[in-house]
């Protein structure tokens, strides 16, 4: 009987405690509400505010402030933002606005995203002392515009020389992301010597960047450095223990030197570059170099990874041809698991017959015997170069231009995913050599691009070139293989 008494005890117990309280969220503490508002947009936790005469203020606690127009503003208001003056003046007003009410003593999260220029230079200043005031740890200004005649901000050089007050502490900052600020070489030392905790710095279209050295022992923590689109940066040296991710792209001249040392380094994107160092990176274990050499082959671009090749598991490369040059004794990629390779421009095609072959992709494959996935992503400068090409002439073109291959047997290749296919002859080549000779292939994933073919006065409908394209695939992919076409 005891036992029933204390059963209908605990059942009326729940009962009073799931329906005899019609507001339990209003009994949490104010931080921990202030926790819960926090993880909503900034929008939504204003409107909080109305709920009732407690909840009034708490949106003026919240540790992450995200200043994305797009999603904070008024329908209306987010309308066509980026291009007109006003509209952007209303956006700095609303932040101003925003900031005078704020009370949060700390920060985790501070966001700008908004195209702007020189001209609103006193607000990012001001917005920057306010976030470091309340020590963030993650700071982002994304002012990046299409106009390029406008001047970009630039860091306050009064907030990064002032060690006087004790209010200006970089110390808690740990994500530092900059795009379309001027960044300079000094600013650079900056960060790295005032920025303890400082893992990640990403610095986008800073036009006053030439030089970069990130230097340092064990006290610099930096994990992940990206320098994207710094169109003047000539020569970059990383020597740091910590870093992991490490990403220079998108530089509109070549960049003249690179050196990096860098024992926990296991990710590197590299383009344009004339001169490139490795030392001491055992744990690189993915590679990108798409665009790296603008002046050698492919072969001697691979050749500067010879020291790490036999540990690489993700490789990227943008080939200027198949080339005939690359043998497999100039790297050896035993444990490479992913190979993706670009195809770009006029590079496709062949003097002869204007078709390349594929004995480059043939080596590569050798040199890698344990690859896994393979991916060849082919992109074409123009489509008028196709318009020759008709659907009912490609078998006999195919016949008349046979590629020769070299012999050999792949054991491991599990995926190969073709981009930019259009089943044009020298495509079919390449689709037909990977099935014959990836013996242990399980998925083939086509990616079309139909529109690259008879792209003007075409005899035949688009639906009828699909139609055919996706008919030849299914003859040509055995029914044992899975077949994706996107």
């Not at 819960?36 to 900034?42: A, D, F, H, Q, V």
């Not at 993706?340 to 095609?349: A, I, Q």
Request: hydrophobic share 40%; proline share 3%; net charge positive.
């Amino acid at each position: 009987m005891g036992g029933k008494r204390v059963a209908k005890f605990q059942t009326k117990k729940r009962v009073e405690v799931v329906y005899g309280d019609d507001d339990r969220i209003s009994h949490l503490p104010d931080d921990i509400l202030v926790d819960i508002i926090s993880l909503l947009s900034l929008k939504e936790a204003v409107c909080t505010s109305v709920l009732s005469s407690r909840w009034h203020n708490l949106w003026k606690h919240i540790y992450r402030l995200n200043f994305d127009p797009h999603s904070s503003l008024q329908k209306g208001t987010q309308q066509g933002f980026e291009s007109c003056k006003e509209k952007r003046e209303t956006y700095v007003k609303w932040v101003n606005s925003v900031l005078r009410k704020h009370k949060a003593a700390i920060l985790k999260d501070f966001v700008i995203r908004l195209r702007l220029s020189r001209t609103f230079q006193k607000d990012v200043n001001r917005w920057i002392n306010f976030a470091i005031v309340r020590h963030v740890q993650r700071l982002e200004l994304d002012l990046t515009t299409d106009n390029w005649s406008l001047i970009n901000c630039s860091l306050p050089q009064e907030l990064l020389t002032q060690n006087t007050s004790s209010e200006i502490d970089f110390k808690f900052l740990k994500i530092l992301c900059l795009k379309s600020v001027d960044v300079t070489e000094e600013d650079m030392k900056f960060f790295q010597s005032k920025c303890p905790m400082l893992e990640e710095l990403v610095v986008d279209r800073s036009l006053k960047l030439v030089n970069v050295e990130v230097c340092g022992g064990p006290s610099l923590v930096l994990k992940h450095l990206e320098l994207t689109r710094c169109y003047d940066l000539k020569s970059v040296k990383v020597s740091t223990p910590n870093l992991t991710l490490l990403s220079i792209h998108g530089c509109e001249s070549c960049l003249k030197s690179v050196k990096i040392t860098a024992p926990n380094l296991t990710s590197l994107t590299l383009q344009k570059v004339e001169s490139l160092f490795l030392e001491n990176v055992p744990r690189l274990v993915e590679v990108s170099i798409c665009r790296a050499y603008s002046q050698v082959s492919t072969a001697v671009a691979l050749s500067a990874f010879a020291c790490c090749g036999f540990q690489l598991e993700i490789l990227t490369v943008e080939m200027k041809s198949f080339e005939e040059t690359f043998l497999p004794t100039i790297l050896q990629l035993p444990k490479l698991k992913k190979l993706v390779v670009f195809v770009m421009g006029d590079e496709l095609f062949d003097s002869r017959n204007r078709y390349p072959s594929d004995t480059g992709l043939t080596n590569l494959m050798k040199a890698a015997p344990n690859l896994r996935e393979f991916v060849l992503n082919m992109q074409y400068p123009d489509t008028l170069m196709f318009n020759f090409i008709r659907y009912d002439n490609i078998q006999r073109f195919s016949h008349r231009h046979h590629l020769q291959v070299q012999s050999f047997i792949h054991q491991q290749l599990k995926v190969f995913k073709f981009c930019g296919y259009c089943g044009v002859p020298n495509q079919v080549e390449v689709l037909k050599n990977v099935i014959e000779k990836c013996v242990a292939l399980e998925k083939v994933i086509i990616e079309p691009r139909y529109d690259r073919l008879y792209s003007s006065e075409p005899i035949y409908t688009e639906e009828f070139i699909k139609e055919q394209v996706v008919k030849r695939l299914k003859e040509q992919v055995p029914q044992q293989i899975e077949l994706v076409i996107l």
